[in-house]
């Protein structure tokens, strides 16, 4: 199946216990082989504790809302526009700050990214 656009409509909704992930490019229903592409919403004070993904990296692109994201020993609160770079299987997780919720663009290096929660 040859995927070249995916509408806002079309995204796949799939409601985690930390977030409501959106992917709009994911191995179940696209063709790219390389990546997968969503939007994940973390309702104000939120989270996703530590976790890996053992068979790819990340980028988190912080669309709106603020977020503490930690990295292995380091943390950084991050702002609209600030991305961190994560690499494969390494120990990361990450919370809303501020009175909004938190939306992240989210990019891995593998169309089905695994994630083991610690």
């Known amino acids: 199946m040859r995927t070249a656009f995916v509408s806002a409509s079309e995204a796949r909704e799939v409601p985690l216990p930390h977030c409501m992930l959106r992917w709009l490019c994911q191995g179940e229903f696209s063709d790219l082989q390389g990546l997968a592409f969503g ?6 004070g939120g989270g996703h ?8 990296e990340e980028i988190l692109y912080v669309l709106r809302g603020g977020a503490l994201q930690g990295i292995g020993d ?8 600030d991305v961190a770079l994560v690499r494969r299987d390494e120990v990361h997780w990450t919370r809303s700050i501020g009175d909004e919720p938190l939306v992240l663009l989210v990019v891995f290096s593998h169309p089905k990214p695994e994630t083991v929660d610690l």
């Open 39 to 44: 939007e994940a919403i973390f309702p104000a």
């Open 49 to 56: 504790g530590p976790h890996r993904h053992p068979n790819a």
């Open 74 to 81: 380091a943390q950084r609160e991050l702002a609209p526009g």
